[in-house]
C-alpha cells in the first residue's frame, strides 16, 4: 500500500512542480510583451493565473493555496518585496473567490465567470494590501477603473483556459485530490 501512495505522492510533486515551472515562464512572457494599449503599464494579462485556476478546479485547493505562496516567494526574489506582498494577497483572494464560487455554484459555473471573478478578486485583494500600506485617496478613484480591467483580463485568461484544458487533461487526466489518491492507492492494491 506504501509503495503506491508513493508513487501517487511523487507524482504530484511532478505535477505541482510543472506547474509552479509553467507560472515562471508565463510571468516571463508576459514581462517580455508590450503593455496594453490604452491600460496602465502595470496591468498584465494575468496568464499565470491560468494554472492557478487550473490547480484549483483539477489538483486541490490546499495545492493552490501552496501553489500562491510559492508564486508569491518567487514574485518576492525577482520583483520585491511589494510585488511579492501584492501577488500574495492578490492571489489568495482570488482562490479563496473561486473556491467560494464552486462550492455555492455547486461546480456548475463557466470558466469563464470563475476567472472574470478570479482577476476582479486578484485586484481587490492588491488594492487591501495597498489599503494597509499606503494612502486609500488616490486608490479609490483608481479602483473601478481596475475592476473593469481585470473583469476584461479575467475574460480573456478564462478564454485561454478553455483554450488549453483539453491539453492539460490529455497529460493529467485525473482529478488530484487527496480522495482521488487514496482511492487510486487503494485500486491499485486491491483494498
Same mark, same amino acid.
Given at each position: 500500500?506504501?509503495?503506491?501512495?508513493?508513487?501517487?505522492?511523487? /507524482?504530484?510533486? *511532478?505535477?505541482?512542480?510543472?506547474?509552479? $515551472?509553467?507560472?515562471?515562464?508565463? $510571468?516571463?512572457?508576459?514581462?517580455?510583451?508590450?503593455?496594453?494599449?490604452?491600460? %496602465? %503599464?502595470?496591468? !498584465?494579462?494575468?496568464?499565470?493565473?491560468?494554472? *492557478?485556476?487550473?490547480?484549483?478546479?483539477?489538483?486541490?485547493?490546499? /495545492?493552490?493555496?501552496?501553489?500562491?505562496?510559492?508564486?508569491?516567494?518567487?514574485?518576492?526574489?525577482?520583483? @520585491?518585496?511589494?510585488?511579492?506582498?501584492?501577488?500574495?494577497?492578490?492571489?489568495?483572494? $482570488?482562490?479563496? *473567490?473561486?473556491?467560494?464560487?464552486?462550492?455555492?455554484?455547486?461546480?456548475?459555473?463557466?470558466?469563464?465567470?470563475?476567472?472574470?471573478?478570479?482577476?476582479?478578486?486578484?485586484?481587490?485583494?492588491?488594492?487591501?494590501?495597498?489599503?494597509?500600506?499606503?494612502?486609500?485617496?488616490?486608490?479609490?478613484?483608481?479602483? %473601478?477603473?481596475?475592476?473593469?480591467? @481585470?473583469?476584461?483580463?479575467?475574460?480573456?485568461?478564462?478564454?485561454?483556459?478553455? *483554450?488549453?484544458?483539453?491539453?492539460?487533461?490529455?497529460?493529467?487526466?485525473?482529478?488530484?485530490?487527496?480522495?482521488?489518491?487514496?482511492?487510486?492507492?487503494? !485500486? /491499485?492494491?486491491?483494498?
Amino acid at each position: 500500500m506504501k509503495g503506491g501512495f508513493a508513487i501517487s505522492k511523487a /507524482r504530484m510533486i *511532478t505535477l505541482l512542480g510543472f506547474m509552479l $515551472s509553467m507560472i515562471v515562464v508565463l $510571468s516571463v512572457l508576459e514581462s517580455a510583451l508590450p503593455p496594453i494599449p490604452f491600460l %496602465p %503599464p502595470h496591468f !498584465k494579462l494575468g496568464l499565470a493565473n491560468i494554472v *492557478t485556476m487550473y490547480c484549483v478546479l483539477r489538483v486541490g485547493k490546499a /495545492r493552490a493555496i501552496a501553489l500562491n505562496v510559492l508564486k508569491s516567494i518567487f514574485v518576492f526574489l525577482t520583483r @520585491g518585496a511589494m510585488a511579492g506582498l501584492l501577488s500574495f494577497c492578490g492571489g489568495l483572494l $482570488s482562490i479563496l *473567490t473561486l473556491v467560494l464560487l464552486l462550492y455555492i455554484g455547486k461546480n456548475n459555473i463557466s470558466y469563464l465567470a470563475l476567472s472574470v471573478a478570479g482577476a476582479t478578486a486578484h485586484n481587490i485583494g492588491q488594492f487591501i494590501a495597498l489599503a494597509f500600506i499606503l494612502d486609500m485617496g488616490f486608490f479609490i478613484y483608481y479602483l %473601478p477603473f481596475s475592476l473593469i480591467a @481585470g473583469s476584461l483580463m479575467g475574460a480573456v485568461t478564462g478564454t485561454l483556459l478553455r *483554450t488549453v484544458l483539453p491539453a492539460l487533461e490529455k497529460h493529467f487526466p485525473e482529478k488530484h485530490d487527496e480522495k482521488h489518491l487514496e482511492k487510486h492507492v487503494d !485500486k /491499485r492494491n486491491g483494498l
